[in-house]
């Protein structure tokens, strides 16, 4: 039978046409309608569990819900009737019977999803009264606090956790009004599987899901006389910071966070930058020694913390295929620690690194042993997510939007187009061909632009040709994507040289500790990444410096402090090691 | 300089491990499902077969199970906490099921499962620490004329006030004591 490919329907008596197979929901969105939601997201499965979407359907008597019900020819669709509203309020209504009512106190004040829809639909009085849930709050992780207490069973988190990073540490336990989400066994979340890359923070309508607070431990150090605290800024924030500040996805920010870190009393303002062109030194280099050798290829980056738990706990036997480098947050921490200390004069132990991060695996990573001095300080102090630095500026009363445009203070403030780059699925991937290119052929203008490993595909793959040689590459972000492309080079099926692997979809612009999206956008919508993406690009095509080694402050570093890239000092402050941990994770 | 770690792939030993906790009839039907398309879907046939096996869900046959299946832990967890049928804690000797039926129910079945809760100190699906009693309860048992009752194993008591559950407790514990002198 043929099926037709275009529908008529009508929304609220306006006409419209959409193809076949589009949902009530989708069809209300080409006229500007934006039904209610909590548990549909347009890039997981379908739950149709919390019914706030409902509308009315001529000539039925039911409402149906608009996330899962499919249009058909001639459907009248009601989207806003008197009993309509009623039913959606009495949804919210019974959700909020059974969620602590401490919105004043709670740290999504104000970017709630659920308090926003019960203002939406004029939730005005409570008249409903009863039992409520009371769950235990899990602390137990270095990145991310769960809080059933808040959980309103929408499921996203174990959607996301499990269809789009391929982990599944969650699962909705027990039945009915005792149903918690949580790990396996409901153990606590450091002793599970989760790899801490927080996109269940991300998409968590409420605050069931938030990261380790390290706000207060910052405010204290600043505080204090005798704490040199020095603040790293990673790629990705100078993309997204300003929506904190109402100004519009994609606006870069670079000057006026650095101002604001300033008035924020940070005695010096570094670049996780300066860390990335670093990074790709390290890296380029590895990378060439192990084309060379023709040894552990392909090789696989490292940058990315919640990737580097998945690599541990769900595929340890293809450690000895990643970079040995660490991530840029940890290579500039440990300089600061050391080069700078040495230069400044500075004991290690009165300098506080805070490093701001789009990331809340940073927060474990931060905390790991491998990262900690001989003296047992980390090299890190404390990291804060974007969320964390914009309430902060906000706190302070800065008025982020008036603020003058700053400078990143010297030597590690400087910093290559490259390094912006990395904020973005392919950015690691881009800067380190871009050096590459110019190591192989000897020559000072390699190719600079790779549009190929651009963009927001989950798995992009090309082959290079630079002085006649062919370099595979593949570039992924989501691990769901990632165990796809181990899987395609445990099998044998491909040859890579070079494989960069994000642990969020569409990179770190995309990490857990990014701002949430703007009201009527969805958290990992594919247009915010493009938009923050675009921001990063177009730094980077403003810059004189492109490539990373052509930094003249990381020439300087090599030629009076480190040595030579890959050489004994560099790999003592700037290289790690990773062991297979557990549980394992299934794949 | 070589910063890798030697081997690490540790597979070859989490899977030994599993397959010393499950006996072989389960091994092998897992392992035939393995190639089946929605294999996950087995999931619940697996673990019938390992209540059958063991009496319950233990930790460490859910890990086995979600190892040896690849369906994660989370997933194996979840579906076992939402079925009643599944038990998280090995059987008692004796098990007791209280009949909340309606007409049990009207007659204060209630009280006497509350009392039961309190002189065992577990709830239902619960057992008791030296093993002896676990606690359930039950939909209506056909003896309504008994009402309120409890079925110990097979032996249905009724109509009993809490006091009387007081008393029946006592004289199986007392049974399994002059069973072991």
Partial sequence: MMTKQTINLTIDGTPLQVPAGTTVMKAAERLGIHLPRLCYHPNLSLEGACRVCVVQVKGFNHFMTACSQEVWEGMAVQTNSPEIRQARRDIVELLLDNHPQDCQTCDRDGNCELQRLAYQLGVRERLFEGKKKEFPTDESSKSVIRNPSKCILCGRCVRVCAEVQGVGNLSQHGRGFNTVVGPANLCNMDESVCIQCGQCVAVCPTAAFLEQDHTERVWKALAAEKKHVVVQVAPAIRATLGEMFGLPVGTPVTGKLVTALRRLGFDEVFDTNFGADLTIMEEATEFLSRVSKGENLPLLTSCSPGWVSFLEKFYPEMIRFTSTCKSPMQMTSALIKSYYAEKKGLDPKDICVVAIMPCVAKKFEAGRPEHTMANGDPYTDAVLTTRELGWMIKSYGIDFNVLPEGEFDRPMGISSGAADIFGATGGVMEAALRTAAVKLTGEELGPLEFAEVRGVTGIKEATIKINGMEINIAVSNGLNNAKKLLESIKSGEKNYHLVEIMACPGGCIMGGGQPYPPVYQDPMDPEISRARAKALYGIDAQKQLRRSHENPAIAHLYAEFLGEPNGEKAHQLLHTTYQARSPRGIR | ?181
């Avoid at chain 2, 491990?17 to 092998?28: G, M, R, S, T, Y």
């Avoid at chain 2, 559950?165 to 514990?173: E, N, T």
Wanted: charged residues 20%; proline residues 3%; glycine residues 8%.
């Fill in chain 2, 1 to 181: 300089m070589n910063h890798q770690t030697s081997t690490t792939d540790n597979w070859e030993a989490i899977r030994a491990a599993c397959l010393d906790v499950l006996p072989a009839h389960i091994i092998a039907f897992i392992e035939q499902n393995q190639d089946m398309e929605h294999s996950e879907g087995q999931l619940i046939a697996v673990l019938h077969m390992v209540q059958a096996h063991f009496g319950f869900l233990g930790q460490d046959t859910m890990h086995a199970v979600a190892q040896l299946a690849q369906i994660p832990l989370a997933k194996v967890t979840g579906v076992a906490t939402f079925y009643h049928y599944f038990r998280l804690q090995p059987r008692g000797k004796h098990m007791i099921n209280v009949c909340l039926g309606t007409a049990c129910y009207v007659k204060g079945a209630e009280k006497v499962a509350q009392r039961l809760m309190d002189e065992l100190g577990i709830h239902f699906g619960e057992t008791t620490r030296d093993g002896l009693f676990s606690l359930d309860s039950t939909r209506c048992l056909g003896t309504c004329g008994l009402a309120p009752v409890v079925m110990v194993d097979n032996q249905v008591f009724g109509p009993l006030t809490p006091t009387d559950v007081s008393v029946l407790l006592a004289k199986y514990v007392k049974k399994e004591k002059v069973a072991a002198e």
